[in-house]
C-alpha cells in the first residue's frame, strides 16, 4: 500500500522559513519522481516542486530561488525547504509521487500519489 506521509508545517510570518518532510513507504519511491504540490483555499492547485530519480529538481517559477526540494539519503524521503515565505504562498502543501493516471500540476512531473498534506499558513 503506497504511503505518502507529510510534517513540517505550521504558521509562519512573511520573511520567515520552514521546511517540510515527506516519507514514502509501499511502493518503489527510488526509480519514481517524488515532489509537492500545493491547493489554496479556493481549491486552486499548483505544482511547487519535484526531483526525478537522478536528483534533478524542478520548481514552479513562483518558488523558484526560494524553495529547495531534495532527497534523503534513504531515497524515500524528500525535503521542502522554504525561505523568504509570503502570505501567497498559504496553502495545504501535499507531498507526492509519480504514479498512475496522474495529475499534471504545471511541472515536468506527474503526480499519481499523494498524502494528507500539512498546512502552511504565512501572515503579513
Known amino acids: 500500500q503506497v504511503q505518502l506521509v507529510e510534517s513540517g508545517g505550521g504558521s509562519v510570518q512573511a520573511g520567515g522559513s520552514l521546511k517540510l518532510s515527506c516519507t514514502a513507504s509501499g511502493y518503489a519511491y527510488n526509480t519514481y519522481s517524488m515532489g509537492w504540490f500545493r491547493q489554496f483555499s479556493g481549491n486552486a492547485r499548483e505544482g511547487v516542486a519535484c526531483i526525478d530519480s537522478d536528483g534533478k529538481p524542478n520548481y514552479a517559477d513562483s518558488v523558484e530561488g526560494r524553495f529547495t526540494i531534495s532527497k534523503g539519503n534513504a531515497k524515500n524521503t524528500v525535503y521542502l525547504e522554504m525561505n523568504d515565505l509570503k502570505p501567497e504562498d498559504s496553502a495545504m502543501y501535499y507531498c507526492?509521487?509519480?504514479?498512475?493516471?496522474?495529475?499534471?500540476?504545471?511541472?515536468?512531473?506527474?503526480?499519481?500519489?499523494w498524502g494528507r498534506g500539512t498546512q502552511v499558513t504565512v501572515s503579513s
Open positions: 507526492a509521487s509519480e504514479g498512475p493516471e496522474a495529475i499534471w500540476v504545471g511541472l515536468r512531473c506527474g503526480f499519481g500519489y
